[in-house]
């Protein structure tokens, strides 16, 4: 069974870092793609981060490109997302998502995406 675990949220104040974690359990990452992606109340999901593990292309969406980086640690399963400069704007739960992808793009877009971890709550306010 296909398991995903997402920790390191938590509150932080603007301008703080915070540093998720995206680790699987029972299966390899390595021909997946992973995603994280952010629900914040009253406002749509939206995809930030993808990194392809074939290829290791990465992508952000506009919001988060320059304050965060998604990166992959193979030897321990797991995915990071580095925040840096948080802004309230940025308080949402945060999940991340992984789909078979043997192509070099990743996708930010939900619809691609099999499993989904079931989220870590970010709080950014002073």
């Known amino acids: 069974q296909v398991q995903l675990v997402e920790s390191g949220g938590g509150l932080v104040q603007p301008g703080g870092s915070l540093r998720l974690y995206c680790s699987a359990s029972r299966f390899s990452l390595d021909y997946y793609t992973i995603g994280w992606f952010r629900k914040a109340p009253g406002k749509e999901r939206e995809g930030i981060s993808c990194i392809s593990s074939t290829h290791g292309s990465t992508d952000y969406a506009d919001s988060v490109k320059g304050r965060f980086t998604i990166s992959k640690d193979n030897a321990k399963n797991t995915v990071y997302l580095q925040m840096n400069s948080l802004k309230p704007e940025d308080t949402a739960v945060y999940y991340c998502?992984?789909?078979?992808?043997?192509?070099?793009?990743?996708?930010?877009?939900?619809?691609?995406?099999?499993?989904w971890g079931q989220g870590t709550q970010v709080t950014v306010s002073s």
């Open positions: 998502a992984i789909y078979l992808n043997f192509e070099q793009e990743c996708s930010t877009a939900p619809s691609p995406y099999d499993y």
